[in-house]
């Protein structure tokens, strides 16, 4: 009897320490080789002068874990000669763009006796596809550059984020390799000088709270006001595609499926609920949930689903946050807004502008098409 009751003493404790702090570390844990690059690698030498014309197809890892890769291809001058310091004429590309496409910069680097050098970016259109946005990601950015040899050079990246929405990128790095003819793949590249530290896996920024706090759970935040929507309360039972932007940067597509009931309150009035379970769109039609969560219903259809610890990939990116959903029953589904905290990619508070629609949908690989990602505004 004393065994039983100890085992189940030990089963109690290793029950009490899960945590949401636990899950986001396993998390963290679950995607370090997504962030890791070959920093254990041998010390290169110190920087030095060498021709740098040609291709050169560069990997670089944004702040909050984001890859990029660009092409750019550097050229002498007018009137250079190769004798140090040497100026060049740099062109950047997407690594998904075709090199007889428009250069989204031209640009020019002044590269010291040490081989040395500063490239600028300004404006730079890294597309939709970096963090799978509505809207293109247009940032400025500053490769601080070492010369390793006459077919690596890399170095520290910062810049600012100027569109959809702003971000520092201090902190970034990247490495760029010779790829004269373009045989290179980038995946199988580092992102960073070799011999350099490798970066520090932060975690949850404390932001003044104690761990004591943040292993309490996290602060359910105040609701997103969602006064100005009309809502009328009906079955909402069934599968639904959300199509949301976070920030109203960040696409997020979702799989929700719904249980809706009705039954009698205790003096007489007719109370709801939904039950649901939430998965990636992309996700397998046999997928288990990623989550589960249940809600009460008003009368007049409007419920939040808080979502702490919510966890998705969204193309290249690991999104992690805590959120609340404000929705309104619609007569084409539901909709609303969202306010919380994120953690990855950005340490970054989740606003109002947080936006999604979530409509019927079979799931399966059919996306829905021209789909809004948020309420219509009323008249």
């Known amino acids: 009897m004393k065994r039983r009751l100890l085992a189940l003493a030990l089963l109690t404790l290793a029950c009490s320490e899960h945590t949401p702090r636990s899950d986001y570390d ?17 010390v290169g030498g110190p920087s030095a002068l060498a021709d740098l014309r040609g291709r050169w197809l560069i990997r670089a890892l944004l ?40 250069p989204l910069v031209e640009t020019q680097a002044h590269v010291d006796e040490d081989g040395r050098f500063i490239l600028t970016a300004d404006p730079l259109n890294l597309g939709t596809d970096v963090i799978d946005s509505a809207s293109p990601v247009i940032a400025t950015v500053t490769m601080d ?4 040899d006459a077919d690596q050079w890399c170095g520290d990246a910062v810049g600012t984020v100027t569109s959809p929405l702003e971000l520092h990128l201090d902190g970034s790095t990247f490495a760029a390799h010779r790829d004269d ?15 350099d530290p490798c970066a520090p896996d932060m975690g949850v920024p404390d932001a003044g709270v104690s761990d004591a706090a943040v292993d309490g759970g996290p602060t359910r935040p105040d609701p997103p006001d969602l006064s100005r929507y ?3 309360r009906r079955d909402l039972t069934g599968d639904y595609f959300f199509l949301g932007a976070l920030n109203g940067a960040i696409a997020v597509r979702l799989w929700i499926s719904l249980f809706y009931r009705e039954g009698p ?9 939904i039950d649901g379970t939430l ?4 996700d397998p039609v046999d997928a288990p949930p990623r989550m589960y969560f249940s809600a009460p219903v008003t009368e007049d259809g409007r419920f939040e689903v808080w979502l702490p610890g919510f966890k998705l990939q969204v193309g290249a990116i690991d999104v992690d946050a805590d959120i609340l ?6 007569d084409g589904g539901f909709c609303g807004s969202a306010t919380g905290q994120a953690r990855s990619p950005f340490e970054l508070p989740i606003t109002e502008n947080t936006t999604y629609f979530a409509i019927p949908w079979m799931p399966g690989p059919d996306r829905p098409v021209d789909q809004p990602n948020a309420c219509p505004e009323p008249p």
Do not use: M
């Open 145 to 148: 550059a070492r010369t390793l």
């Open 181 to 195: 003819d373009g045989a290179l793949v980038l995946d199988d590249l580092t992102f960073q000088c070799p011999g």
């Open 325 to 330: 959903l404000g929705a309104v029953t619609t």
């Open 265 to 273: 309150g205790p003096d007489g009035e007719k109370l709801a609920t």
């Open 279 to 282: 998965r990636a769109a992309s």
């Open 63 to 102: 702040k909050g874990g984001i890859p990029l890769g660009l092409r750019i291809t550097l050229d002498y001058a007018d009137g250079e000669d190769g004798a140090p310091p040497v100026d060049y004429v740099a062109r950047f590309w997407l690594h998904t763009q075709p090199l007889d496409a428009t």
């Open 230 to 232: 009309p809502s009328v």
């Open 26 to 42: 396993d998390f963290r844990a679950r995607t370090a080789a997504r962030r890791e690059s070959a920093c254990n690698a041998p």
